[in-house]
């Protein structure tokens, strides 16, 4: 089962690329990420008919439609999504490659919230986008700072590390091919 995962931080030690890198680890197959910093600001006057989407646009497009499942990590900015991310699935939302992509949503907050705006809003797009929420495999993770490792820049926290690895066999139990 090949997962792609997409981070919401562009920050170079971000919590939530350790947290993303922490999931990869104990995820069973292969798992790639996607530098989504690069996409250009969505404008449908770049896409659709007559329109070449920008490169980086259709290298996302390919690597969502090439994987299995979809994993996304992402901090909460002012109560919302990342502008980078939202900009992300507003690529995908007329290409269609998350259409009955099993997804799941992580966030993770210096604060006791866990980033549940943010975490509720990436959900609410997704299933506008008819992907499908995992919700057994999504997770707030709250006071996050103290459950990174800087050093290794992996999460160092053991409850933290086996639900994620609980998170992570949700999702992949989704991702499995069903026999009708
Ligand atoms: C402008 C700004 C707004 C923020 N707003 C929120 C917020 O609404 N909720 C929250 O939980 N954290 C908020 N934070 C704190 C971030 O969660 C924190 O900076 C986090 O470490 C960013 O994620 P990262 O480490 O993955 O880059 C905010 C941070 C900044 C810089």
Redesign the pocket.
């Known amino acids: 089962m090949r997962l792609l995962a997409l ?5 170079a ?7 993303l890198h922490s999931a990869l680890d104990v995820w069973d197959g292969p798992a790639t990420t996607a530098d989504i910093g690069a996409l250009p600001h969505f404008n449908p006057d770049l896409d659709g008919e007559g329109a070449t989407p920008p490169a980086p646009v259709a290298a996302l497009r390919t690597a969502v439609a090439d994987a299995d499942a979809l994993l996304l990590v ?7 999504v990342p502008g980078v991310l939202k900009n992300a699935l507003d690529w995908l939302v007329s290409s269609g490659e998350c259409v009955h992509k099993p997804v799941a949503v992580i ?5 006791p ?6 975490n509720a809003q990436l959900r609410e797009t997704l299933r506008m986008m008819t992907g499908e929420v995992v919700t057994a495999a999504c997770r707030e993770i709250p006071a ?2 103290p459950k990174i490792d800087a050093a290794t820049e992996r999460v160092k926290d053991e409850p933290t590390l086996a639900d994620l690895a609980t998170a992570m066999t949700h999702l992949a139990t989704a991702a499995e091919p069903r026999t009708p």
């Not at 030690?13 to 947290?19: D, F």
């Not at 966030?107 to 604060?111: G, L, Q, V």
């Not at 919230?113 to 943010?118: R, V, Y």
Request: aromatic fraction near 6%; avoid cysteine; charge should be neutral.
């Open positions: 981070s919401g931080s562009l920050r030690r971000s919590t939530n690329g350790a947290v992402s901090p909460e900015y002012a109560h919302g966030t993770a907050s210096p604060f919230t866990g980033g549940d705006h943010a996050i700072g």
